[in-house]
């Protein structure tokens, strides 16, 4: 029969296209977890079914587009409406829907199963950055687009983890369930890695909850999936998967810092460490929507550079960025910067791109705000 | 009246039913997050304990989380982080309010629980998150959560995460109806 | 099947029958640009939303080129990420609301009359305001492009709170243009529900209509359904902006999942109101040039109602990866599987209708077979999307766009071109140019595809959507897709010269310009004269 061979034809070329190494720029991935495996095994399904309904239905089309032409003399016939073939047609795509249906189930139910997990990580999505939080571990972090800006401007090569690549990745223990809560502080995220096969909405106000459970050391990308605004191309996921000592010795490290970094509240600041260490946390935190220079971008995001407002008030300036301003993007940075991060950032502001204020903010000051 | 018209007049009967269907979606949404605790909104409502003995065999996690949104210069912890309860006992988490700003401000706690399921399990009589808060200038209060886990916890269920959020209320929005519907308790 | 078109000696001779309405009207026309403005002919205003209806497709299709220029290749080049969030809204919602709604509506007001033998819509004055309101409500949102801050930058799916609390201050601009469209909408389908339902030639009952008249009827009732609700929902957001309320702000106690809910409600019925009138369209084609009737009229018109009822309880899927309850993902995923059944159905009776035929491949029958061909693979790929385990690695990935372009473009974009080639001849007298039609549709079906099918690939390996740059692994398939959207977009301006050359001249065409037609448009001349069964035709059987 022509039809099968053709059908065979198509189907052995698109699965030594498959089998070819660039399988995985072309396909989901197979993934690093029961699930994505899974889900995989779900898609690949789906789709070679499609592919043979595909393959028999466009066979008959073309077949009489090609047969039944009027220029070869075709003659019409005039038959309609055939209750067995009506039924038959609705009939079998009902049982393959339910053939479909059976292991989708199983598939989901799988997913929804939350077992005890060994380790609940806290996913904040903030425009336009990721927020960790280990919950009961005192280890909390942004993670940020490391990409310069120069390769996104094109003046500067760009790098093989282009857009993908963060200061401080998700780290997490391989071989252990780990409980992913989202939620937001501002608009609603995304937080996706393909590998992993979990993606789940932030959702400001509301927490959601997710699941992984990674079998292989490794790194794996991401990105966030639900429109956030301007930089929303810009705020990828990186999950840093070690084994369980390796992850132990990492926790323990940052332990220390996170100590080591609250030691330095109570010291005296000099302008120029506050202006050095302000210059490091205005850029990965505040530059995407006040911009490098302090330019803004009016009317959403205001100008810091000669905004009079600000720098007449020192009280209001601190009160913003510590506690947010309702109804604006701008969010309380009280629960996610330390306070020597915050006394820095605030006095960057007010002596940066001309702003020569002269201000210095102590972080003993703002320490004070952040636990009374 | 013209068969144009009747025709006419049924198609706005049913623009406006859909209308008055649209309307009516915002308080059906609550009613079907309170049934199938769908983002926790059952824990925004007090509920009686569920009467019955206590699970002593079995242990269920409890977390607390404490968020805050912009603009309200407080802050909200729990007294404990984590607890660990029988189902069908009572628990009392007391939570700590702080205004650290300079004047008197409003806020309220919303409530978000995790896995949803658990939300129509957990049954709390007491709580700062049915009401709004007020708190002068300075002003640090400890408030108590009172809450049960009822026996029917589905056995899956190993932890459970309750966060609050804070938020600031403005006279603006505390004026304007939040299109969310009060139900009683039914203690 | 009755024969649709009653014998010409019944026709001509028919008894004058009242039920026309607004007969008298027409008579004295201003002439210059106040007969277009005050027009009430359905054939005028059937013209003037068509214009509308391309006018906002070649800006559509220009913002939809700014986006695919900038995605050429990655880095940021030709527009910053403010303006290309302002791109892929306004591309999204001129071509939902501006291009494929009125294109459909003017085909309506053309062609719904002429194939039930009225002499007009029922309602011709409103019919005019509801064209009206469309130029309005969309001037008001293109100026939203010049306004502080830009225009809407939130998708065209304007998930609030990035939309309401986060949005730009001419949101509420954005706002009441939509509450413009939707009345006209709304407008638009009480006068195509009065029309069908009261002004049928005597003799025609609901089952002897055609398809197109029947997927409008449908889609219309559908519009009455949903419209409120979108209506609803943007007051809500209204409210929410400027009035301090706080349906979709957690702060006061709202939920933005509500938002997604209550959109949803309205989107998912909305998708098919763009693909029914899409799915007459090609069943009156397909039998026109196969010269066979189509396979299985009623089980076509059963599975249109279908897919309708359908589309209200499947509007979750859209939204699995919110957080759902395991019950309702469930629930949603069958529901979405389920819509398979009808739409098979309808694509098995085509291809049916093929067989055994004396098929010709004029230019509206290329543009149809294409229709059914992408139309299917789209239809694959939401089969796909069903899945709501595998959708939680598609969601919102290029797989989505893809998925949903092959419906609109090659889906119902197709179908309006396939009925603008096959009805020209009834508009204009003339037969469009076959050898430029030729042209147009091979090079837009190539176009298409390579636009398209790689967006597929990207999706799979893991491309976001709505993303002004990407990672270095969706290089290739972006390339590719830039190169078949400017493919595709320049090789409009072939339809434009088609149309115009067919207004002004070409071969002329008799009132039955198909030999294979059988409806009841095909029996008054060609170019249809302005009034048109001001007698209605009688299409009663003789008794027995």
């Known amino acids: 029969m022509r039809k099968t061979s053709v059908l065979a034809a198509l189907v052995a070329g698109v699965a030594g296209f498959e089998r070819n190494a660039l399988a995985n720029e072309w396909n989901m991935p197979v993934g690093v977890t029961e699930v994505s495996r899974h889900v995989y095994g779900l898609h690949m399904t789906i789709f070679w079914i499609c592919v043979v309904i595909g393959a028999v239905v466009f066979s008959v089309m073309f077949y009489s587009l090609f047969r039944y032409r009027r220029s070869k003399g075709a003659k019409a016939a005039n038959f309609h409406e055939h209750t067995t073939v009506e039924i038959f047609w609705t009939a079998v ?174 010291r005296n600041w000099t302008l120029p460490e506050l202006m050095e260490r302000g210059e490091q946390v205005y850029g990965s935190i505040c530059a995407s929507c006040h911009q490098p220079e302090g330019q803004g971008l009016p009317p959403t995001f205001p100008a810091l550079a000669n905004n009079q407002a600000l720098l007449d008030d020192l009280e209001h300036h601190i009160d913003t960025v510590v506690n947010g301003v309702a109804g604006t993007p701008m969010p309380a940075f009280s629960g996610t910067l330390n306070a020597v991060d915050i006394a820095a950032v605030i006095t960057y502001e007010r002596n940066a791109w001309g702003n020569d204020t002269g201000d210095i903010v102590q972080p003993s000051a703002i320490q004070a705000q952040l636990s009374p | 009246m013209t068969p144009v018209q009747r025709t006419v007049t049924k198609t ?33 409502e007090p509920k009686a ?70 939300s129509l399990h957990l049954r709390k009589v007491t709580c700062f998150c049915f009401q709004e808060q007020r708190l002068e200038a300075g002003e640090r209060v400890q408030l108590p959560m009172v809450f049960q886990l009822s026996r029917d916890l589905p056995e899956s269920v190993h932890t459970v995460t309750l966060a609050y959020t804070l938020y600031p209320i403005t006279d603006h929005m505390a004026a304007s109806n939040n299109g969310a519907i009060s139900q009683g308790g039914d203690a | 099947m009755a024969p649709k078109i009653p014998p010409k000696a019944r026709l001509e001779h028919s008894e004058s029958v009242t039920g026309g309405a607004a007969v008298d009207e027409h008579e004295h026309h201003p002439s210059g640009p106040l007969r277009w403005l005050l027009t009430t002919n359905h054939k005028e205003i059937g013209t003037l939303y068509l214009i509308f209806s391309l006018t906002m497709f070649l800006i559509g299709g220009v913002m939809a080129l700014v986006i695919r220029v900038e995605l050429f290749q990655p880095g940021l080049q030709l527009v910053r990420p403010e303006f290309f969030n302002q791109m892929t809204t306004m591309h999204g919602l001129i071509m939902v609301f501006g291009a494929v709604m009125p294109g459909f509506v003017g085909l309506a007001n053309w062609m719904v009359p002429l194939q039930i033998g009225a002499p007009d819509m029922a309602l011709p004055r409103l019919n005019n305001f509801s064209f009206w309101l469309l130029p309005v409500a969309f001037l008001l949102l293109l100026s939203t492009l010049l306004m502080p801050g830009g225009g ?17 201050p001419s949101t509420t601009f954005f706002i009441l243009s939509l509450h413009m469209a939707g009345i006209s909408s709304i407008l638009g389908a009480i006068n195509i529900i009065a029309t069908i339902l009261n002004l049928r030639a005597p003799g025609m009952r609901l089952m002897d209509m055609t398809l197109f008249v029947w997927t409008w009827l449908i889609t219309a009732f559908l519009l009455i359904a949903v419209m409120p609700v979108l209506a609803g929902v943007i007051t809500m957001m209204l409210m929410d902006i400027n009035f301090g309320t706080s349906f979709f702000n957690a702060a006061g106690g709202g939920d933005p999942v509500l938002f997604q809910h209550l959109f949803w409600f309205f989107g998912h019925p909305e998708v098919y109101i763009m693909i029914l009138p899409a799915f007459g369209i090609i069943s009156i084609i397909v039998p026109t040039f196969a010269r066979k009737p189509l396979f299985g009229y009623a089980s076509m018109v059963y599975a249109t109602a ?20 395991l019950i309702a993902e469930l629930f ?21 209708t093929l067989f055994r035929g004396s098929i010709t491949f004029e230019t509206p029958m290329l543009f149809s077979l294409a229709f059914i061909v992408l139309f299917t693979i789209g239809g694959f790929s939401g089969l796909m999307l069903a899945i709501a385990p595998a959708d939680f690695q598609y969601h919102d990935t290029y797989f989505v766009v893809a998925h949903f372009h092959y419906v609109l473009v090659p889906g119902a974009v197709f179908s309006i071109m396939a009925a603008v080639y096959y009805w020209l ?13 030729r042209w147009h549709f091979w090079l837009s079906v190539i176009g298409v595809n390579l636009l398209f099918f790689p967006m597929h690939f990207a999706g799979l390996a893991g491309m976001p959507r709505r993303i002004p740059d990407y990672a270095l692994q969706f290089a290739d398939f972006n390339m590719a897709s830039s190169i078949g959207g400017f493919l595709f977009g320049f090789s409009q301006l072939l339809f434009v010269w088609v149309v115009i050359k067919c207004v002004r001249g070409g071969e002329t065409a008799p009132a039955k310009a198909w030999d294979g037609a059988t409806d009841l448009e095909w029996s008054v001349p060609s170019p249809a004269p302005l009034h048109t069964f001001e007698t209605p035709p009688d299409l009663r059987r003789v008794a027995g």
Not at chain 1, 98 to 116: G, Q
Not at chain 1, 175 to 188: G, P, Y
Not at chain 1, 209 to 237: N, S
Not at chain 2, 58 to 80: C, H, M, N
Request: include cysteine; aromatic fraction near 12%; charge should be negative.
């Open chain 2, 49 to 118: 304990f569920a009467s019955g003995n206590v699970d002593e065999s079995r242990y269920v996690t409890v977390q607390f989380i404490t968020r805050k949104g912009s603009g309200l210069p407080w802050r909200l912890e729990a007294l404990d982080n984590q607890i660990r309860v029988h189902p069908g006992q009572a628990y009392e988490v007391d939570f700590v309010f702080t205004n650290y700003g300079k004047v008197a401000y409003r806020g309220r706690a919303v409530p978000s629980i995790s896995p949803g399921e658990a």
């Open chain 3, 152 to 168: 809407p930058n939130f998708g065209w799916t304007f998930y609030a709170p990035l939309s309401t609390t986060y949005s730009p």
């Open chain 3, 306 to 325: 279908s897919i309708a009822i359908l589309s209200f309880l499947v509007w979750a899927h859209h939204m699995f990866s919110v957080g759902l309850p």
């Open chain 3, 425 to 437: 001849p009834k508009w204009t007298g003339h037969y469009p140019d076959e050898r430029i039609g």
């Open chain 3, 332 to 352: 949603f995923m069958y529901t979405t599987m389920l819509i398979a059944v009808p739409t098979g159905v309808k694509v098995f009776n085509w291809i049916t």
């Open chain 1, 93 to 266: 795509p009902l049982l393959i829907l339910v053939a479909m249906a059976i292991p989708a189930t199983a598939t989901l139910r799988h997913m929804y199963d939350a077992t005890e997990a060994e380790l609940d990580v806290m996913v904040t999505g903030h425009q336009w950055r990721w927020h960790y939080d280990y919950i009961g571990e005192d280890v909390n972090y942004f993670s940020n687009l490391a990409t310069p800006r120069e390769q996104i401007d094109g003046t500067q090569a760009k790098d093989a983890n282009y857009l993908l690549e963060v200061d401080q990745p998700l780290v997490l223990p391989v071989e252990r369930k780990v409980r992913l809560l989202m939620t937001s502080s501002d608009v609603i995220h995304s937080w996706w890695v393909p590998d992993l096969a979990v993606k789940k909405d932030a959702i400001p106000g509301f927490v959601n909850e997710a699941w992984t459970r990674i079998d292989e050391p490794g790194i794996y990308r991401g990105q966030c999936a639900e429109l956030c605004g301007k930089d929303h191309a810009f705020m990828p996921v990186v999950v840093h998967a070690m084994a369980q000592d390796e992850f132990d010795t990492w926790l323990a490290e940052r332990k220390q810092e996170a100590a080591a970094a609250a030691s330095g509240v109570d």
């Open chain 2, 12 to 44: 706005l009967v049913a623009l406006v039913a859909m209308v008055g269907f649209t309307i009516a979606l915002v308080p059906l949404y609550d009613v079907f997050c309170q049934i199938t605790g769908l983002n926790g909104r059952a824990a925004s």
